[in-house]
């Protein structure tokens, strides 16, 4: 039976009850029964024969078949896993030093630590709460404006979301029936786009008015030397790279220096030696495998998860008597992207990316060679300028971030090289999150059975939440309340423009009082079957809602990276500061998504490029 003013008063209810504070999902659940009762009701029948039975059975059953959330549990074990096992200490101290002589340098390197393991963990609430615990009062007793400190915490924490490996990006895979690996090529550059902006804001509120974020004392920013490096210099040279080497074939003078655990040994002089070429073989193994990609690999990479099989949430049952949704569920590939460039080369029918014709441009030849060159410069004045203090910063970075750096980077390159399907890639991520706390001994039996707790609870939440939704989608559905959105939008005759800023501002309000797993599963489903219709590529308009979805962790009054954030900071920093200092934040979101729309290769390039069209 359909009943559009029904459909409506249960997208209004649930708001509602939600912001009451009752269980997402059971609400959907209990909604969906409710008013599904009602548009299946049959008086000659009995009330037990009602079929909303058979569709809350079938939509559990499709929920609990869906593949592309298997990889959930592994990524979510992954991050509780490296927050509570790896040495984020460590790293905050080692990037500090690296950027002590930058304007906010503590700020700067809260943010860069924030996205770094915002990527590896994916936990909003727990680098917030880590990092406030780590960075807020050391910014503080350095003098820091309190906006200044509170708003990097808040809004560098939540790009753990956004930047792949990501679960709300899955959870929107599933959602609108896309590929997942499609989602985090188009995810990579405006998670980073939007990191390097809130960076711009930071130092440029730095550089305007000094008074927010003095110069950090010195005690602060001096590297520690060992004693035995400036000796060593007066005896080879003051370059510490080339000194190294010439004691690898000459040690008998280097031997003879004494260190902190007795005399320098032939091992020491190897590791220091191998620690200074650690900036070269970065870059040159960049180098190597973009080379190795575009010229030798010689195709487009493959599409590790097709999304085949996928059902959008928010169409309503054809077996059991719902009507179509106007516009109709959007199929695996979507619309021509708005505004996107054409791809270099398409699938052919094994899903596989086809070989791009007559290999790279010339383009890529001469642009290859002018970063090869500019490559080349800087490492030759950044070796020819190092010192001790140098090679100590080279040393922290390689033993605090590289490990984590090696992992996250592993995991990344395994699926959008179509080596490993989302899932297998995640469970790589585990396993190697397992290795890296144990290799650091920090992870005991009491935090393993922790992180798998909380494992298990999120993974649960999860799951109920789209059982939850399929049933509350494909109802209202039924009711004709889907039907009736599609036909007042058609019939306001937007633009692609107009519908992306209309959608993308409901989107924005509701992020207000909602956080994202409900704005996600219950109201994107809404506006999935219209992309079709304003020709918009659903991956497009989906890497949007998620730069868009930042401001919900960041616009009052439920803005959960506050109250994150309150929780451990000291008493004296009010809740109101610490909304004022991420109010910045939502205007520098804004920003950005406005230029992912003017310049829409920055989201769809990376995804057309690896897997064509």
Known sequence: MSDPALGLLMLGLIVVVIMMGFPTAFTLMGLGIFFGFYAYYDPAQHWMDNRVFDLMVQRSYGAMTNDVLISIPLFVLMGYVMERGALVDKMFYSIQLSFRRLPAALAVTTL????????????????????????????????????????????????????????????????????????????????????????????????????????????????????????????????????????????????????????????????????TLVPLALVAGTLALVWWYVVIHGQAGT????????????????????????????????????????????????????PVQGGPATAFFVTFGIIAAMAAVILARYYRAMGPERLEVIKLLTSSVMPLAILTVLVLAVILFGITTATESAAVGAAGAFLLAFSARTLNWKRTKEAVFLTAKTT?????????????????????????IEQWVLSLNLTPLQFIILSQAIIFLLGWPLEWTEIIIIFVPIF????????????????????????????????????????????????????????????????????MYLWPGLTLWLPQYLYGR
Not at 222 to 231: E, L, T
Not at 234 to 243: D, E, F, V
Request: neutral net charge; proline residues 9%.
């Open 112 to 275: 860069i630590v924030c996205t770094f393991w915002g990527i590896a963990s994916g936990l909003v609430g727990a680098v917030v709460v880590l990092m406030g615990v780590i960075a807020l009062n050391p910014m503080l007793r350095a003098g820091y404006d309190v906006r200044l400190a509170s708003g990097v915490i808040t809004a560098g924490g939540t790009l753990g979301i956004l930047i792949p490996p990501s679960v709300m990006i899955i959870v929107y895979a599933a959602v609108a029936g896309q590929s997942v690996v499609k989602l985090y090529a188009a995810a990579m550059f405006p998670g980073f786009f939007l990191a390097f902006l809130y960076l711009i804001y930071i130092v440029g509120w730095a550089l305007l008015n000094p008074r927010i974020a003095p110069t950090l004392p010195a005690d602060q920013t001096k590297v520690p030397v060992p004693a035995w490096m400036p000796r060593f210099q007066a005896l080879y040279t003051r370059n510490m790279p080339a000194g190294l080497l010439r004691a690898l074939f000459s040690p008998r003078r280097a031997l003879a220096l004494d260190t902190e655990t007795g005399r320098l040994t032939y091992w020491q002089i190897l590791k220091n030696f191998a620690a």
């Open 528 to 595: 999935l079957p219209l992309l079709k219709h304003f020709e918009i590529d659903p991956i497009l308009w989906g890497v949007i809602v998620f730069v868009n979805l930042q401001a919900a962790f960041l616009s009052p009054p439920v803005a959960m990276s506050a109250f994150y954030l309150k929780g451990v900071a000291p008493s004296h920093v009010t809740i109101n500061q610490i909304f004022a200092g991420m109010m910045p934040y939502m205007l520098i979101v804004i920003v950005c998504m406005v230029l």
């Open 303 to 354: 599409e590790a998860s097709a999304a085949a099989g996928l059902e959008q949430l928010g169409s309503a049952p054809e077996q059991l008597g719902g009507p179509e949704p106007l516009g109709g569920p959007e199929p695996l590939g979507g619309p021509e992207p708005l505004g996107g460039p054409e791809p270099l080369g398409t699938p052919d029918s094994s899903g596989q990316a086809a």
């Open 460 to 484: 649960a939440m999860v799951c109920w939440l789209f059982i939850g939704s399929a049933v509350f989608s494909a109802v209202f559905a039924i009711l004709g309340g889907q039907a009736l």
